[in-house]
């Protein structure tokens, strides 16, 4: 094989190891203290460890929101993933208001519209 041949195909070699290690991976799947209920429904505790999970998950979102990324689980709009959200944390988790408080705050410091005033409604 000629020299130039080799000389491309290591420069394109490396441009795809580049590539590949710069292209968004998958979010590892949360790793949530739980109690199944009777019926099967997954309840999501009030541990630290859940606290610390899911802020740091839903700082991500919001990151992703913020920079105009499209909604999560291919939802039309941010404001139906949240709701989506919001929905499963009040009939799925202890003390849902807390986190729900928290996504709140943490658009309104991200300068992100304000949630319709239903969702405001569950964290209070």
């Known amino acids: 094989m000629p020299r130039e041949c080799l ?9 795809c190891v580049r590539a590949r290690s710069d292209a968004p991976q998958p979010r590892p799947p949360l790793d949530l203290d739980v109690r199944i209920i ?6 999501i ?3 630290e460890h859940n606290w610390q999970e899911l802020t740091h998950y839903n700082l991500d979102e919001v990151k992703k929101e913020s920079m105009k990324a499209p909604p999560l689980l291919n939802f ?3 404001s139906d993933y949240w709701r989506n959200r919001f929905t499963k944390m009040v009939s799925n ?3 849902p208001k807390r ?3 928290y996504i709140i705050e943490l658009r309104r410091k991200a300068g992100l519209p ?3 005033k239903d969702l405001l409604d569950l964290s209070k």
């Open 93 to 95: 988790s202890e003390n």
């Open 76 to 78: 039309p709009t941010w």
């Open 7 to 15: 000389l491309l195909l290591a420069v394109v070699s490396l441009f």
């Open 114 to 116: 304000e949630l319709p």
């Open 38 to 43: 009777a019926d099967g429904t997954v309840f």
């Open 99 to 101: 986190y729900l408080k």
């Open 45 to 47: 505790l009030a541990t």
